[in-house]
């Protein structure tokens, strides 16, 4: 069973820095597309990041120049280094990758960035 856990998560003040993490298990060794998502209260999940199982990555408007991406496929660990915080980068961070063309979530890690 494909598991994904996220940590890192925490509340910071604007401009502020965070490392998120994702730990992936129970899957086949092996590199796939990857990706971080955020949901904020009463909205849609949105994605952040995608990172493709070839490295190719697709930051979404807001965070790019401030968010950062990375892979460690020994250790099965994807990371989003995010500087520079803003109050609306408060959400719920999820972290999805697809295995066997089937998407797999994390339970999520809650990022509140305080004005």
């Known amino acids: 069973q494909v598991q994904l856990v996220e940590s890192g998560g925490d509340s910071v003040p604007t401009g502020g820095s965070l490392t998120l993490s994702c730990v992936a298990s129970g899957r086949p060794p092996g590199i796939n597309d990857m990706g971080w998502y955020r949901q904020a209260p009463g909205k849609q999940r949105k994605v952040v990041v995608t990172l493709t199982r070839f490295g190719r990555t697709k930051y979404g408007v807001s965070v790019k120049g401030r968010f950062a991406i990375t892979r460690d496929g020994t250790k099965n660990i994807v990371t989003l280094q995010m500087n520079n915080l803003k109050p609306e980068d408060s959400a719920v961070y999820y972290c999805?990758?697809?295995?066997?063309?089937?998407?797999?979530w994390g339970q999520g890690t809650q990022v509140t960035v305080s004005s």
């Open positions: 999805n990758e697809e295995v066997g063309r089937r998407d797999y």
